[in-house]
């Protein structure tokens, strides 16, 4: 044996010695890379298409979709947000689109614009056109197609779940927006019942009569740039268009003083406490450790580990059980104890925490609901659900 051929043999019995071994996702074996794809359709909405797909990826595997916020890049999500860490685990290419400059100063994907919102045209049709390449080129499987985002991304998301619902199986809207509500939901939030949210959904592809995307949503409880009020009410839009009411079904404690709700196996509610206005991550090399640290990249939770559980996207399935890591506990049955309400000005209420004003306005905490003007004249009844948690509860206690 030559020198070279004894110096590897011994490195190889070192490293199973020592218990190391390569996986066949590590970085090392899978030589894939985010690579742009030049021409993937007519491509009205002018976004740029990239890809990242694991080497040697099998045919019918899943594709996820992720979207970029805004003064971000697809280049930037894909190495902050998790997403080829779990490609390489899960074995799923990931589409990235990418916004311009030339379409949004901002770069942010036109989720209140009309002409890119609709089935069938603008940027949605472009985004719908990079799923048709992936499942041509790569073989993805046309049944297990997600798509997830943050800030105008996440609106972008619950755009394409509403427009395209016979594409998408399911999505993750992070701190992002109801569909069809424009810039107005990003500053303040909005008195519509589940059913008039609902319908915005139903408006946009009618006649659908097929089986809806799972949606779960995600959001910072300190998230000042977009109000958290978004969170319940894309939870009403998509429980309603479900067909099923807006008390959990079970709950359950995660890393990261992340808290969810959920409603079934449609609907999931992710509350990440203490967190501002991004991407929940927590970087490290644990299965559920993913991501970098950085602008609108929050250390917290890995938000792509449990999106990616939810889908079923480990095991290959489109139906997981609700709580795939935790063991959920029933939410108990309200009672006056349990869930008490308080009834006071709008003053008294920010006074004891129960609400928070900003511009002359008050919002009740943690829900976010609108409660009108801030003073001592308007009256509300606030239940409490949960800790510093609080809806509107006029006549119901």
Same mark, same amino acid.
């Given at each position: 044996?030559?020198?070279?051929?004894?110096?590897?043999?011994?490195?190889?019995?070192?490293?199973?010695v020592?218990?190391?071994?390569?996986?066949?996702?590590?970085?090392?074996?899978?030589?894939?890379?985010?690579?742009?794809?030049?021409?993937?359709?007519?491509?009205?909405?002018a976004?740029?298409?990239?890809s990242?797909?694991?080497?040697?990826?099998a045919?019918?595997?899943?594709?996820?979709?992720?979207?970029?916020?805004?003064?971000?890049?697809?280049?930037?999500?894909?190495?902050?947000?998790?997403?080829?860490?779990?490609?390489?685990?899960?074995?799923?290419?990931?589409?990235?689109?990418?916004?311009?400059?030339?379409?949004?100063?901002?770069?942010?994907?036109?989720?209140?614009t009309?002409?890119?919102i609709?089935?069938?045209?603008?940027?949605?049709?472009?985004?719908?056109?990079?799923?048709?390449?992936?499942?041509?080129?790569?073989?993805?499987?046309?049944?297990?197609?997600?798509?997830? !985002?943050?800030?105008?991304?996440?609106?972008?998301?619950?755009?394409?779940?509403?427009?395209?619902?016979?594409?998408?199986?399911?999505?993750?809207?992070?701190?992002?927006?109801?569909?069809?509500?424009?810039?107005?939901?990003?500053?303040q939030?909005?008195?519509?019942?589940?059913?008039?949210?609902?319908?915005l959904?139903?408006?946009?592809?009618?006649?659908?009569?097929?089986?809806?995307?799972?949606?779960?949503?995600?959001y910072?409880?300190?998230?000042?740039?977009?109000?958290?009020?978004?969170?319940?009410?894309?939870?009403?839009?998509?429980?309603?268009?479900?067909?099923?009411?807006?008390?959990?079904?079970s709950?359950?404690?995660?890393?990261?003083?992340?808290?969810?709700?959920?409603?079934?196996?449609?609907?999931?509610?992710?509350?990440?406490?203490?967190?501002?206005?991004?991407?929940?991550?927590?970087p490290?090399?644990?299965?559920n450790?993913?991501?970098?640290?950085?602008?609108?990249?929050?250390?917290?939770?890995?938000?792509?580990?449990?999106?990616?559980?939810?889908?079923?996207?480990?095991?290959?399935?489109?139906?997981?059980?609700?709580?795939?890591?935790?063991?959920p506990?029933?939410t108990?049955?309200?009672?006056?104890?349990?869930?008490?309400?308080?009834?006071?000005?709008?003053?008294?209420?920010?006074?004891?925490?129960?609400?928070?004003?900003?511009?002359?306005?008050?919002?009740?905490s943690?829900?976010?609901?609108?409660?009108?003007?801030w003073?001592?004249?308007?009256?509300?009844?606030?239940?409490?659900t949960?800790?510093?948690?609080y809806?509107?509860a006029? !006549?119901?206690?």
């Amino acid at each position: 044996m030559n020198p070279r051929s004894l110096w590897l043999a011994l490195l190889a019995a070192v490293l199973v010695v020592a218990g190391v071994t390569m996986s066949p996702f590590s970085p090392a074996n899978a030589a894939a890379t985010l690579t742009q794809v030049g021409s993937f359709g007519s491509n009205p909405g002018a976004l740029r298409m990239y890809s990242y797909v694991p080497a040697g990826l099998a045919g019918g595997r899943p594709l996820v979709v992720a979207l970029h916020g805004c003064t971000q890049s697809a280049s930037d999500y894909y190495s902050h947000s998790g997403w080829p860490k779990y490609a390489d685990l899960y074995q799923a290419a990931v589409v990235f689109p990418e916004q311009t400059s030339s379409n949004n100063p901002m770069s942010c994907f036109n989720w209140f614009t009309a002409g890119d919102i609709g089935r069938g045209q603008g940027e949605a049709l472009s985004i719908k056109q990079m799923v048709d390449y992936a499942i041509r080129t790569y073989g993805s499987d046309a049944k297990r197609v997600y798509v997830t !985002g943050l800030s105008a991304g996440g609106a972008m998301t619950a755009v394409m779940l509403a427009a395209y619902p016979d594409v998408f199986a399911g999505g993750a809207v992070v701190a992002g927006l109801p569909y069809h509500c424009g810039t107005i939901c990003q500053y303040q939030a909005q008195s519509k019942t589940p059913k008039q949210w609902g319908d915005l959904v139903r408006a946009a592809n009618a006649g659908y009569a097929g089986r809806w995307p799972r949606v779960s949503v995600w959001y910072g409880t300190n998230d000042t740039t977009v109000v958290p009020a978004n969170a319940t009410e894309l939870r009403d839009q998509w429980t309603d268009v479900w067909g099923i009411g807006q008390t959990p079904s079970s709950t359950a404690s995660l890393p990261g003083s992340t808290t969810v709700e959920y409603y079934g196996d449609a609907v999931a509610l992710y509350r990440v406490q203490g967190i501002a206005h991004g991407t929940p991550v927590a970087p490290g090399s644990a299965e559920n450790q993913c991501g970098a640290t950085g602008s609108y990249y929050l250390a917290s939770i890995c938000s792509s580990y449990y999106i990616a559980r939810w889908w079923g996207l480990p095991g290959g399935g489109s139906t997981p059980s609700p709580a795939p890591s935790t063991s959920p506990t029933p939410t108990p049955t309200p009672t006056a104890t349990a869930q008490p309400c308080f009834t006071a000005s709008n003053y008294a209420h920010t006074v004891a925490g129960r609400a928070t004003q900003s511009g002359g306005n008050t919002f009740a905490s943690g829900s976010g609901q609108a409660m009108g003007l801030w003073n001592t004249f308007t009256t509300h009844t606030l239940r409490q659900t949960g800790p510093g948690y609080y809806v509107l509860a006029d !006549g119901q206690c």
